[in-house]
């Protein structure tokens, strides 16, 4: 695979991707059942570019993002009850049966003062 998570959480224990895609915990799961498993524990999540070891991280405590270290802030307001987001999106067509490279979209969905529903997220291929 070519980008591997690593969820921290709030005990400063982390939940590691490898490259087999397997749950500490549960035989026939994948690694990231371990992260839903303690969802509510992770202050940070990350995606590792095993080609270019470039790093995308999220943290759930203030919302920002970072690229290599260098700290991204996608929002101005206040936001509150910060939940994660992260799926894979695998493109394929049809008619040629063509593979696009899959796309990582990470980040998360929060709640802002007046208690709306925002998302913010990022995407990398």
């Known amino acids: 695979m070519k980008y591997l998570f690593s969820a921290l959480m709030n005990d400063g224990t982390t939940i590691n991707q490898t490259q087999e895609d397997k749950s500490q ?14 969802l509510e524990e992770v202050t940070a ?10 790093e995308y991280l999220v943290d759930l405590r203030d919302g920002h993002f970072e690229v290599n270290q260098i700290q991204l802030n996608l929002h101005l307001e206040a936001i509150f009850n910060l939940r994660l987001i992260f799926f894979k999106r695998n493109v394929i067509n049809f008619i040629t049966r063509e593979h696009y490279p899959v796309k990582f979209v990470f980040g998360f969905q929060a709640n802002d003062e007046a208690g709306k529903n925002v998302q913010f997220t990022m995407t990398v291929s």
Do not use: C, I, P
């Open 45 to 54: 999540f990350a995606l590792y570019n095993q080609e270019t070891q470039d």
């Open 25 to 38: 915990t549960t035989e026939g799961k994948n690694a990231f059942y371990d992260v839903l498993q303690r």
